[in-house]
């Protein structure tokens, strides 16, 4: 029996203005992510920040990183396989 797996990446990112989000968004679905959104969230010290999740292939996780990295202040990504 095959299965397939999916990956979820999750970043919580501040200091980043939701033009540029949306910009990344665009991005990461033209690079081959199933599905990309993000939201508005309350890190420590109640600063507003946003969460941004992506769902995409397991051959496509690294390449998606890297995008996150380098168009986002992001300084880490969560991982889950699904």
């Known amino acids: 029996m095959q ?3 999916i990956c979820q990446l999750q970043s919580d990112i501040d200091d980043c ?3 540029l ?3 990344t968004l665009e991005r990461l ?3 081959g992510a199933l599905d990309a959104h993000y939201q508005p969230v309350f890190m ?3 600063r507003p ?3 941004l999740t ?7 996780r690294a390449k998606l990183e890297a995008l996150i990295f380098a168009e986002t202040t992001t300084i880490g990504i969560r991982r889950a396989r699904m």
Do not use: H, M, N, Q
Request: charge should be negative.
């Open 3 to 5: 299965t397939d797996c």
């Open 17 to 19: 203005s939701g033009e």
């Open 21 to 23: 989000l949306g910009y």
């Open 29 to 31: 679905l033209a690079a």
């Open 44 to 46: 420590k010290k109640s």
């Open 49 to 51: 920040a946003w969460e």
């Open 54 to 60: 992506v769902i995409c292939r397991e051959e496509d």
